[in-house]
């Protein structure tokens, strides 16, 4: 039996600035049914940790951020942290960030504006490429419905689940080992897609692939593209917030697409994306934030 054994709280330090709505806007628009929640100023989720289930609640203030973590054992708290840590990318010298992307007189409104805005990470690299396979060329919407699903028909049931926000807690995301055994036709998707998902379970389960760290960015990447029905968008969505790249653009995106004609690039935009590098995974979070903004 799944079962949580401790509390605890705690402030995460952050590198100021941080723009923690579009963070929680962010998380809050991709929450899935019974491992995700999100109310207020709060996010809450599910975790597997390596010594069973837990828990993480953080609360968004002005200066800090709060965790309430749950854990099945006190061994399991400091990777814990690290995966809020990770999630929420409090780690990173924005400031310096910031000063590269605001060369650019494209960029620099839209950053100067939104200020502080984060690549949202993960706490669990597989299941980031579950949820970027299946959010191929489908809305944010429908790719929730769908993750759902998942999560009710292959996720471990947690009894005695927390129950933040009204949203029952009562999941844990399915493993690697669990969707490399599913069958891709009785799987809600296209069975192409669902063929997809099951080869990146596959590969992961068997250790021929980590998407959690560790391993050479272009060789993770390659190994993606290898994959079949791995495109290019797929591979570099994953390697954002799965693997951490700092420096992946998406230029085959629709939303990218939208937000750089808002900002006015047109037949220029390859060459002025160029300079944006090394920070060009920064510089998608503020083409997309344009879109959900005023003029800058």
């Given at each position: 039996m799944l079962t949580f054994a401790g509390r605890t709280s705690m402030s995460l330090e952050v590198q100021q600035p941080y723009r923690a709505a579009s963070m929680l806007q962010f998380l809050g628009r991709r929450a899935v049914a019974g491992i995700e929640a999100v109310g207020g100023d709060s996010y809450a989720r599910t975790l597997r940790l390596p010594?069973?289930?837990?828990?993480?609640?953080?609360?968004?203030?002005?200066?800090?951020?709060?965790?309430?973590?749950?854990?099945?054992?006190?061994?399991?708290?400091?990777?814990?942290?690290?995966?809020?840590?990770?999630?929420?990318?409090?780690?990173?010298?924005?400031?310096?960030?910031?000063?590269?992307?605001?060369?650019?007189?494209?960029?620099?409104?839209?950053?100067?504006?939104?200020?502080?805005?984060?690549?949202?990470?993960?706490?669990?690299?597989?299941?980031?490429?579950?949820?970027?396979?299946?959010?191929?060329?489908?809305?944010?919407?429908?790719?929730?419905?769908?993750?759902?699903?998942?999560?009710?028909?292959?996720?471990?049931?947690?009894?005695?689940?927390?129950?933040?926000?009204?949203?029952p807690l009562d999941r844990l995301f399915p493993t690697p080992e669990v969707m490399a055994e599913a069958d891709p036709d009785r799987l809600p998707m296209p069975r192409s897609r669902g063929r997809a998902l099951v080869g990146i379970a596959s590969a992961v389960a068997t250790g021929r692939m980590s998407l959690d760290g560790g391993i050479a960015l272009p060789t993770t990447r390659r190994a993606l593209l290898d994959?079949?029905?791995?495109?290019?968008?797929?591979?570099?969505?994953?390697?954002?917030?799965?693997?951490?790249?700092?420096?992946?653009?998406?230029?085959?995106?629709?939303?990218?697409?939208?937000?750089l004609q808002r900002m006015g690039l047109g037949a220029a935009a390859a060459e002025v994306v160029q300079r944006w590098s090394p920070w060009r995974s920064y510089a998608v979070m503020h083409v997309w934030q344009s879109l959900e903004a005023g003029p800058a």
């Open positions: 010594s069973g289930p837990g828990s993480l609640r953080l609360e968004f203030r002005r200066d800090t951020i709060s965790c309430d973590l749950v854990v099945s054992d006190p061994t399991d708290l400091p990777v814990a942290v690290q995966r809020c840590r990770r999630l929420l990318d409090l780690d990173t010298d924005i400031a310096r960030v910031e000063t590269h992307l605001c060369r650019d007189v494209h960029l620099a409104p839209w950053v100067r504006r939104h200020t502080g805005l984060r690549v949202p990470g993960h706490v669990d690299g597989f299941e980031v490429a579950v949820r970027a396979v299946v959010g191929q060329q489908i809305s944010v919407p429908g790719a929730r419905t769908i993750l759902g699903r998942l999560v009710q028909t292959y996720g471990d049931a947690i009894p005695g689940s927390r129950v933040p926000f009204g949203a994959l079949p029905g791995i495109g290019p968008w797929t591979a570099d969505y994953i390697a954002l917030r799965a693997l951490g790249d700092r420096d992946v653009f998406l230029g085959t995106d629709l939303g990218v697409r939208h937000g």
